[in-house]
């Protein structure tokens, strides 16, 4: 979908103006044209077709209510059909908010607010959504898998293969995987299959899938 | 059963016994002497008997009086009849000690003053009115009379009562004024019985329902007596003997006096009684009508109205509306007028009832009692009851203030102190990648050290956020909110949430902080390998909430913890227990009904 040579386009809504500034100048100085930048989910929702975006940067509690308007806008844009890469902003590392998210399709993520600190994480992660990848910050994969359950299924893998999920958790793709790790591909190839056999998951062809299918099953151990 | 009281008792019976054994002894003492020394003036067996259970029936009925009636005095009496009820036998015995038997002959017949006494006090135990203080002191001054008589002048009774040897302080010889003061006395003594019964009579036949119940035998003893007396009064002074019947007569009705006093002091006590049933109307709660019907079948008087108290209007009326016309006192005719009033001096009501009924006062005060309660009772009741709602409300608007500003406090700290952290650290690194832009490499590495410090204050801020108010709860409710907060635990939570759509926010909140204090317990604590979560909302709009580990159980209710908990609980009218046998885990159930919630 993404054409490495045209910047991406994108569209931020967060209602605090500080961070929003903020976010657009980490995209701009990433080489993403930010497009539009407005106070709720809402606005972006009607400005989405106009502008053509590539993907959308959403803080999760906007007006009115200040709950989950983000994740509301989000689920919105995949009921019409949209496509487009979205990442959600939160203040809090919520797994059921990841969860929620990952649950609406692919081409989402979800991060910590602070990732703005670190443009690399930031960019990459909207490269990854509008390439219809999934990104989920990795304090939330902690919270999941530092979750004790009784009879805990995870209690199965050994130490690598307990890395390798949680990069596999936090959207890394089996080359991202590698190349984070240090290994070689087919090592964790290996690896990926002997973990989706111990917690006796499918391997699916899609790749928001795999991530799903394995937050879900942290956070239901 | 009080010390104090117990001893009352004994000496009640110590002073009855005493009077019993002493008039006993005189009766058989003279019975024996006047057998023994003169034999013809012995009278019959028959008539002696009952003389000597006369006395004995006083004490009795003193004995009864004592325990049941509302003054001491009348039963005083009845000892002080049963010790002067000397029998003529008894001067054979004490004829030769010249100093003693004028004293005793001079106050032979005073039983008759006492007798009348006891009648005058009927039923209160004092006397009513004027009339009646002047009877007694005519007959009281009477009694002194002849015994000053029979003391300074009689020299010896005649020959069938004793052949007495001479009064030592006999201070002149005139049987002339003697025989004379003698017989005033027992002429007076006559009419004064008379005038008792008779006014006694009149009151009876004119007074009301209530008064004929409340002295129904009294006067009909009385005019007995009186009419036996007088009798008597007559025979003595034509010197004729007063025959055997006649004689049996008078003993049966002395007899009849206290047993009729007590009778109707039994039958006040009775209607005392009633006062009870009143009570118990009063604590039910009876309307203002039911209460004066109620009122007058206790005092068995129809003629009782109640004016109640108008505070608005300043006035009395009765239950209908119908208010008290003119000044009170104008009204009074037959009927007294009994003013209750409570404690704190507000008028509360007018009770017109009949005169009579003053005589039993303390019946009266029994209604004006239950009245005042009633009142008071009500008055309280609907005080707490306003109160109480006060401190509900007040509590319910803390609590959700504070839960207000609980989650204002998370607001203000995600929009403010947080927002300008993330952009601070935003701009520290876009300033260190300027640094390294411009080849200054230690200033990029310091920034990068200020970055990864300002994350962990994030960081830490973000849990104290988390803290304050859990964001999740706000936006996802119970369902959302206790996965969350049991995944943080780190016993393994089996939650199980089943309340669909969200709750009072109070209610969330109030839940939330149970299973959060529970769980850490749970992990403090408890030692537990498996702890349990179940939420869930019945059909009566109850939130059922119980939290269950396999820990050592032992938890204490006391503590902090559980206190606060049992605190927030409470303000939103739930109910929590806390089941903790020793090694048995622990179990806190706590219910909350959305109905009260804000």
Sequence with gaps: MADPTVPLRVGIADDALLL?????????????????????????LDVIDELDLDAAVLDIRMPPSFRDEGIVALEQMRANGSKIGVL?????????????????????????????????????????????????????????????????????LTERERSVLELMAQGYSNGGIAQTLFLGLKTVETHVRSILQKLDLEESPEHHRRVLAVLTLLGER | MAPGRKGRIIKRTIVITAAAVLSLGMEVSGWLVTSATAPEYLPEVSYSTLHSIVPLVFLACAGVAWSIGPARVPSQLMVAFAVLWIPVTFFRVVEDIGWLWPLLYGIHLWWGLIAGIIVLVYPRGWFGDR????????????????????????????????????????????????????????????VLALVIAGRLLVRWVRGSVPARTVAFLMPLALF??????????????VQTTADEVMRTISLVAIVSLPVS????????????????????????????????????????DASVRVYWWDEEHGRYADASGEQLEGDPADQVGQHSLLPVVSPTGIPIALIRHDKVLTDNMRLLDGVSSALRLSVDNGRLRSEIERTLEQVRQSRSRIVEGA??????????LHDGAQQHLVS???????????????????????????????????????????????????????????????????VPVVVEVQAEGRLPAVVESTAYFVVAEALANVAKHSKATRAWVRANLDERGVLDLVVRDNGVGGASPAGSGMVGISDRVDAVDGTITIESPPGAGTTITVRIPLASAG
């Design chain 1, 20 to 44: 929003r500034e903020g976010i657009s100048k980490v995209l701009e100085g990433g080489g993403i044209e930010v497009v539009a930048s407005v106070g709720t989910g809402q606005e972006l």
């Design chain 1, 88 to 156: 959600l902003l939160s203040m809090y590392a919520t797994p059921e908010y990841a969860l929620r998210v990952m649950g609406a399709g692919s081409g989402t993520g979800y991060l910590l607010k602070e990732r703005v600190s670190e443009p690399q994480t930031l960019v990459r992660a909207i490269e990854t959504v509008a390439s219809g990848g999934s990104v989920v910050d990795p304090e939330v994969v902690e919270q999941l898998v530092h979750r004790t359950r009784a009879d805990d299924p995870l209690s199965r």
């Design chain 2, 131 to 190: 009339m009646d203080r002047w009877i007694a002191g005519i007959a009281l001054a009477s009694a002194l009379v002849y015994f000053l008589a029979v003391v300074l002048l009689l020299e010896a009774p005649d020959a069938d009562t004793c052949d007495c040897v001479a009064n030592v302080f006999q201070i002149a010889d005139a049987p002339a004024l003697y025989t004379a003061i003698d017989y005033g006395f027992r002429g007076i003594g006559a």
């Design chain 2, 224 to 237: 007995a007596w009186a009419v036996t007396l007088a009798w008597y009064a007559v025979t003595y002074a």
């Design chain 2, 261 to 300: 006093f007590v009778a109707g002091l039994a039958h006040a006590r009775n209607m005392r009684a009633r006062v009870a049933d009143l009570m118990r109307i009063t604590r039910e709660g009876a309307d203002r009508g039911l209460w004066a019907e109620s009122l007058a079948r206790t005092l068995r």
């Design chain 2, 403 to 412: 839960e207000k500003a609980r989650r204002q406090l998370e607001r203000d």
């Design chain 2, 424 to 490: 601070l650290g935003m701009r520290l690194r876009l300033a260190a990648n300027q640094a390294r832009d411009r080849g200054v490499e230690p200033l990029g590495v310091e920034l990068d050290g200020t970055i990864s410090m300002l994350n962990t204050a994030l960081k830490e801020l973000r849990e104290l956020a988390h803290g304050i108010h859990p964001s999740l709860l706000t936006s996802g409710g119970l369902a959302l909110a206790v996965p969350e907060l049991a995944g943080r635990c780190p």
